[in-house]
């Protein structure tokens, strides 16, 4: 078989990850223990994440004429990729956590919905909340004047009622 038919698969099965990703992020992850690895990729599937080690050509064909492509800077030495169709601030919120407690995890860059950030630009992005975060701060904001309103229609009822 011709390499450039072994190769096919891959880079289709990349393509297919691109296909419809909120977000990608290429992350270094030399120096991780098998340890730290196997409990960062249970992290990342936990959270609907799918996280591989691709070869950097392989990414670069799979991503060429994509808003992916732009990544491409960042393919150099190994490479590790984290993709989300669903939550866009999860793979790097979860990478940037877990870094905290290895270092050698470095984030390269990443794509969040097909606009390009660097390293710098991923480690703001990891502090933005998760979606169902967010929606439970926005409902607690809004549920606080409610509760408070019929907290005070309640206390002028009593007061009424004892007079």
């Not at 991780?32 to 994440?49: S, W």
């Not at 799979?62 to 939550?87: C, H, I, M, Q, R």
């Not at 940037?96 to 860059?109: D, H, M, Q, R, S």
């Amino acid at each position: 078989m011709a390499k450039v038919e072994l190769k096919q698969p891959v880079v289709a099965e990349i393509s297919e990850l691109f296909d419809g990703a909120q977000t990608a992020v290429v992350v270094d992850y030399r120096g991780l223990t098998v340890e730290q690895d196997t409990v960062l990729r249970k992290q990342l599937r936990e959270a609907g994440v799918i996280y591989k080690v691709y070869k950097n050509t392989m990414i670069r064909f799979a991503a060429k004429g994509t808003p992916f492509e732009a990544l491409n800077p960042n393919l150099e030495g190994p490479t590790a990729l984290a993709v989300s169709k669903t939550d866009a601030t999860a793979p790097a919120r979860i990478i940037a956590n877990f870094a905290k407690t290895a270092p050698v995890l470095e984030i390269k860059g990443g794509i969040v919905e097909d606009t390009y950030y660097d390293a710098k630009g991923m480690q703001v992005i990891a502090t933005i909340p998760s979606r169902e975060e967010l929606l439970g701060k926005l409902l607690g904001s809004i549920q606080s004047p409610i509760t408070n309103l019929a907290r005070v229609l309640n206390q002028i009822a009593e007061a009424k009622a004892e007079a």
